[in-house]
């Protein structure tokens, strides 16, 4: 079974084991995990899922959505490790993932 860990600004970990399909932001919503908003429920138009992608075998490429509302951040972008968790799926995209969740969102 797939596991997203999660860190929070104060460095306190939780990592959690979710069925294949489950994105990051769901995943944190589900598992009442600080930081993760998900306003638009997934649909990559509002970036209050951004994460910091910690070490992790290779992600897919962002796509033209994502990189667009990873431009509108609350906290500052990292070009190497930003993503929207809504678009990170557990099973197809990765088996274990680290994500940092920034300060703030909104």
Sequence with gaps: MPTITYRQPDGSTLSVAVSDGTSVM?????NDIRGIIGECGGQ???ATCHVYVGSTPELPPIAEEEQEMLECTAAPRDPARSRLGCQLKAGSDFEAIEVEIPARQV
């Design 26 to 30: 769901r995943a944190a919503l589900e």
């Design 44 to 46: 990559a138009m509002c």
